[in-house]
């Protein structure tokens, strides 16, 4: 079989992300087809730093016009996925969608249409679906190890130095993020739906800005602030402060120098909802971005049993009924550093669907599901009402 023609759109971060890990795939499965931007020289740049040579594109209509591509990664920023994705779909192309798919469930719908109506993958970048955990913790709940499903527990711990890089960044606007109930939790969202092989169909949610609120008493910037020793945001705190910020943001991004607490923002910073799922369970989730340590707390229960976890320890406790002593469940960790693993999984994956020639339903309503719960959410925190989900 032919390798299968690959073209990059957005040569940021995330872009790459998958050039380094085409360099860790098997030979013969994909092949560069294309680097494609919206400006020469930082394409160019791109090409150059990673020894590529390969056509250097500008711009996502002439990327629809190749004819040697077969498959698009679309890595552009949250909010300007729907143009790219739907112009390579309506070009007959299949693509790979960093998540989340959209900022707004108005373009959310356009690029699941434009997929359903060409007959090709869509694939989001969810990598928790490739967390061994995630997959064993799916195994035992569809396997029946809990009985029927009832009701799970989650709460997403955004660790709070983690959690205070949003409020520097661009994702702490709702225009471009959708809020970070979407941005952070739809990677947790999903493994829901992923562990349960259900979808919600209705959520009611509260939330708002606790955290990181004006204060009187900082300034605008930290180079001015009267509070930089007690401050523990404080963005100046020399080389190892720094490193912590690009092991955590990415190495293209730079500690700016805004107070977290008075920089123009209109995302939420905590977040609490339930949802009724299509199988009968009930989720309650909450997101916190001031946690101690950055983690995934997770209680599913069942009738005939409970499972337990954080996703960071690799362990699962099982509580059987009637009254059986907890069972202990090893999940061997992956290998290597981040989403080193995950991340060759996905891209791994989404080849696999191409070269199967897979029914690309199922790929369309994850995708959808995957933002649907949390539009809604922001949908019930401005009305106050349960909002229905439906499928697209």
Not at 30 to 59: K, Y
């Amino acid at each position: 079989m032919a390798p299968i023609r690959l073209a990059l759109l957005g040569t940021g971060g995330r872009g790459q992300i998958y050039v380094d890990v085409m360099n860790r795939m098997e030979p013969g499965r994909a092949e560069w087809a294309a680097m494609v931007g919206r400006t020469p020289s930082t394409v160019a740049n791109f090409c150059e730093e990673n020894g590529l040579d390969v056509p250097q594109v500008i711009g996502t209509e002439k990327l629809a016009e190749m004819d040697d591509v077969d498959a698009v990664l679309v890595c552009t920023p949250d909010y300007a996925h729907r143009e790219p994705a739907v112009a390579c779909f309506e070009a007959a192309k299949h693509c790979l969608v960093e998540k989340p798919l959209a900022t707004n469930a108005q373009d959310a719908a356009a690029i699941c249409r434009a997929a359903r109506e060409s007959g090709r993958i869509l694939h989001l970048g969810f990598v928790l679906r490739y967390d061994p955990l995630a997959m064993k913790l799916r195994d035992l709940v569809q396997g029946g190890a809990i009985g029927k499903p009832i009701a799970a527990i989650v709460h997403e711990a955004v660790g709070w130095f983690h959690g205070s890089t949003y409020m520097r960044r661009w994702n702490r606007f709702r225009e471009m993020s959708g809020d970070m109930l979407l941005h952070k939790g739809c990677h947790t969202l999903d493994i829901i739906n992923f562990i349960l092989g259900a979808y919600p169909t209705r959520v009611a949610a509260m939330g708002g800005l606790d955290v990181f609120v004006p204060r009187e008493d900082a300034a605008e910037y930290c180079h001015d602030c009267d509070l930089a020793d007690e401050c523990i945001y404080y963005t100046d705190q020399g080389e190892e402060y720094r490193r912590r910020f690009y092991e955590t943001a990415g190495p293209q991004v730079l500690p700016e120098d805004y107070c977290v607490y008075n920089v123009d923002k209109d995302t939420t910073d905590n977040t609490q909802l339930i949802a009724q799922f299509d199988n009968g369970m009930r989720l309650s989730y909450t997101m916190t971005m001031v946690s101690p340590r950055g983690d995934r707390r997770i209680i599913l229960i069942g009738t005939e049993g409970e499972l337990r976890t954080d996703m960071h320890s690799y362990q699962i406790e099982y509580f059987p009924l009637p009254d059986k002593p907890k069972q202990i469940i090893e999940v061997e960790p992956p290998e290597g550093r981040g989403h080193q693993h995950h991340d060759l999984a996905l891209l791994t994956h989404f080849l696999d669907r191409i070269e199967r020639d897979e029914d690309p339903e199922a790929g369309i309503q994850d995708a959808w599901m995957s933002g649907a719960i949390a539009f809604a959410a922001l949908e019930s925190m401005e009305t106050g009402e349960f909002v229905d989900i439906e499928r697209f």
